[in-house]
């Protein structure tokens, strides 16, 4: 029986009006490697994006649950290894809030490593040809706040999570960024599926 992955992708936040994130779990197939995939959209609000998933995971229960942002200042595909404690936002998020110096969950840990093998899809990707670099810090923006929150709630069970940040599009780069395009993005998020099948 193929094993169950919850992959979700970020609505556009700031001044951008699309994500590469979800359009490109959008373009992803239903099943992948070893997995069937379930795909959601998720809001970039804090708090509100990991009970979305949450949520949805409840219903669902994945084996797997496999978060995508865009980090625009990146121009490879970054598994991120850690995720922390901290909100910390440099602009509102899509509610309007612009937490400072907050914790994600009072009295939680500083913070947890991810329990997806980021260096296995490192490697996966990167000897697709594709950029990639293994990232140790997601932020401390809405991507972390899920992140955090997914592995608080997933430790201690068989669940497994993993996040992984995305370059902008090309359209929607600043320079010196020059983005990638959405068909490799999203080549990319289907081989590091199949790499943390394996
Ligand atoms: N990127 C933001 C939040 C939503 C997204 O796609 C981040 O890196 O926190």
């Known amino acids: 029986m193929r094993k169950k992955l919850l992959i979700t992708g970020f609505e556009p936040f700031g ?27 998720v809001p970039v609000v804090f708090g509100l994006a990991a009970e979305t998933v949450l949520e949805a995971a409840k ?13 625009g200042k990146r121009d490879s595909v970054t598994p991120e290894v850690v995720a922390i404690n ?36 490192f490697q996966a990707v990167k000897d697709a040809g594709i950029p990639c ?19 608080h709630h997933s430790d201690g069970t068989t669940t497994r999570v993993g996040f992984i940040h995305v370059p902008s599009l090309p359209q929607q780069a600043e320079k010196p ?12 998020l289907d081989i590091a599926i199949q790499a943390i099948g394996e």
Do not use: H
């Open 133 to 151: 670099a293994i990232s140790y810090s997601a932020g401390v923006y809405v991507c972390n706040d899920l992140f955090y929150t997914l592995l």
């Open 15 to 41: 001044k951008d009006t699309v994500n590469p994130s979800w359009e490109a779990v959008k373009r992803l197939p239903d099943k992948a490697g070893r997995f069937e995939l379930m795909k959601l959209q």
């Open 177 to 188: 960024r020059s983005g990638m395009q959405l068909d490799v993005i999203t080549q990319a």
């Open 86 to 121: 901290l909100r910390d936002a440099s602009i509102a998020d899509n509610a309007g809030k612009k937490p400072q110096d907050e914790p994600v969950i009072a009295d939680g840990q500083n913070a947890y490593f991810s329990s997806v093998p980021g260096r296995t899809i």
């Open 59 to 71: 219903e669902y229960c994945p084996d797997v649950i496999l978060s995508i942002g865009q980090a």
